[in-house]
Each structure stands twice: as C-alpha cells, then as structure tokens.
C-alpha cells in the first residue's frame, strides 16, 4: 500500500524547477564531479545552452508521469512463502522410551534475494536398566541459513519519484548515484572500469550469506530412593558456530566503484 504523503513526480519536478530557478543546486553544478538529479542536470544544460528549451521542456515531461514504485514492486518485491514442515515419533517400552522430531522451514521474504531456512532435529530417550533408576539421552540439533541478498537498500538511496529503473522492453537502466554521468563517463574513457550503475543487472550478483550451526548433547541420571526423594545428575554441553560472508564479484557496482576510487 502506498503511502498518501508520498510526493509525486509531477510535484517533486516542480519544486527542484523552482529551486534550481533560485540557485539552490548552483554549488552542486559548479564541481563537474558532483552529482546532481536528472532534471537538474537537464535545467543546467539548457541554462547552458547546450540544450534547447523546447527539448528541455520535452525531456522533463516525459519524467513526470514516471511513479518509481511501480519498477520496485514489479523487481524488487515478490509474494513471501513461509513454509513449515515436521514429523515427530514417539515410542517405547517398560525398559526404554524415545521422542524424535524433525522440522525443516523455509522463509521466503517479500524481497528479492532474501530468504532464510532452518532445520531442527530433537531426539530424546529414556533408559531404564534398573528398578528405580532412570538414565536420559538428548540431542537437540538447529542449523540455520540467511540469504540477504536483496539490493533494495542500495537502490532505495539513489532513487527519486520519477526514477526509471527499466526501458519499454525490461532492459536495466542506468541511475544517477556517487558522481556525476559526465564524470564518470571522463573516467572510464581513461581506463577506469565501467561506472554505470544499473540496479536490475546487480540482482543475482551478491552473495550475503550467514550460515549458524548449534549442537546440545544432555546425559541425566535419576535414582529414586523412596515416594518424593531422589537424586539427579545432570550434564549439558553446547556448542554454537556461524560463518558470515559478504562476497560482492568484481560485476557488482560496488566492487566497481570502490575498484575505481582507489
């Protein structure tokens, strides 16, 4: 659902006009590098007469009834899933019995790229060797897998109401981000790597996983003397491990950018 505060193209164009009219992007535009939104770089460009205002005029209007959000939801969002699967056994007899579960869940998140899994085993098993005497087994297994991989966060930083993100045809799109287009054009031209950023190519890129793994043995021993005394000796170990990695390949822009700035 979108929010009734959200300022529409038609709106935000209006008011970067009003502001460039009154010099408020004039620092930004004197530094080649900076970076500045598309209408203002067309406002600038006609100021300086290297677009006709007629053209300039046409390039605007043609942003005005873009609505970002509708490239968000159709890329970037899809329908969570969470499933939920489990299967428990239970048994025995007068010398021994046993509980044994097993569940395996997968979370599908409502972003791209971004979805987490879990498999749990439980076992527990009672002995009974002698009268009165009661020997317990128990494992508790959990692992547990994130994938974040979603690119929202980083295109979310970049993007304004008339933002496209995709042509007529589905191919990615180039958005403004860091510097300037011109500058970053200047750059590659001198060997630099490519500093588009286009963020429809950059989904599949990433590799963002956290994997945890978590054991616990316990060992338990019961001896019943008389009705309403006995003595337990318990044990329990645990032991718990996660491995994060953060692998962004040299076709991400961020590896890209910071390839370059160095």
């Known amino acids: 659902h979108y929010s009734s505060g959200f300022l529409n193209a038609n ?83 007068a010398s021994s019995d046993y509980f044994f579960s097993l569940g395996d869940d997968h979370d599908l998140s409502n972003q791209v790229g971004n979805k987490n899994g879990r498999i749990s085993i439980k076992s527990l098993i009672n002995f009974y060797p002698l009268k009165n005497l009661q020997l317990t087994a128990g494992i508790n297994y959990t692992q547990t897998t994130s994938t974040n991989n979603s690119t929202l966060c980083g295109v979310a930083s970049y993007i304004n109401p008339y933002t496209q993100l995709a042509d007529a045809n589905g191919n990615p799109l180039a958005i403004s981000t860091d510097y300037s287009a011109g500058y970053k054009a200047s750059m590659t031209s001198k060997g630099l790597l490519d500093w588009q950023y286009k963020p429809l190519a950059e989904i599949g890129l990433l590799d963002n996983t956290t994997k945890g793994v978590d054991n616990l043995i316990n060992l338990g021993a019961r001896y019943t003397f008389l009705q309403g005394l006995s003595a337990d000796v318990k044990y329990q170990y645990e032991k718990s491990s996660i491995v994060a990695q953060n692998d962004n390949s040299v076709d991400t822009y961020y590896a890209r950018n910071l390839i370059n700035q160095y």
């Open 11 to 93: 709106d935000y164009i209006n008011v970067e006009q009003k502001l460039f009219s009154q010099g408020y992007y004039d620092s930004s535009l004197s530094d080649p590098s900076a970076l500045v939104s598309p209408v203002v770089q067309i406002l600038a460009n006609q100021r300086a007469g290297t677009l006709s205002a007629s053209d300039a005029t046409a390039q605007i209007n043609a942003l005005r009834n873009n609505d970002v959000r509708n490239d968000l939801t159709k890329y970037f969002y899809q329908k969570s899933v969470n499933q939920q699967y489990a299967i428990n056994f239970r048994g025995g007899s």
